[in-house]
């Protein structure tokens, strides 16, 4: 997030806070101040693995998703998207812990 967007987020959650500006405004600044969707090349899903330090079947098992989709992803066969994509970005981050 650029800092002039952080400021205004912060500006927006103070006024919020104090009570000037509705819940609904508050989130759709929350919204506007998302991180960018991030796209996960085969070898992002491999390093995001292999950091974690767990096999495809555990690391599927984590996600929610099949040994098959992991592999898939690994080989560069499918892009990882929607709520899939948002947990491994998550895993990258925080590692597989946030996910427990």
Do not use: Y
């Not at 919020?16 to 506007?32: P, R, S």
């Not at 950091?51 to 690391?59: H, I, L, P, T, Y």
Request: glycine share 6%; charged share 25%; proline share 4%.
């Amino acid at each position: 997030m650029s800092r002039i967007l952080s400021n205004v987020h912060k500006s927006a959650k103070r006024l919020h806070d104090a009570g000037h500006l509705d819940t609904v405004t508050m989130w759709k600044f929350d919204a506007l101040c998302l991180p960018p969707k991030r796209t996960l090349s085969a070898e992002d899903v491999q390093q995001i693995r292999a950091r974690n330090q767990v096999s495809q079947a555990v690391f599927a098992a984590f996600l929610g998703v099949g040994k098959t989709t992991v592999q898939q992803w690994e080989q560069g066969l499918k892009k990882p998207s929607g709520p899939a994509a948002k947990l491994l970005d998550l895993v990258d981050r925080k590692g597989l812990s946030a996910l427990t």
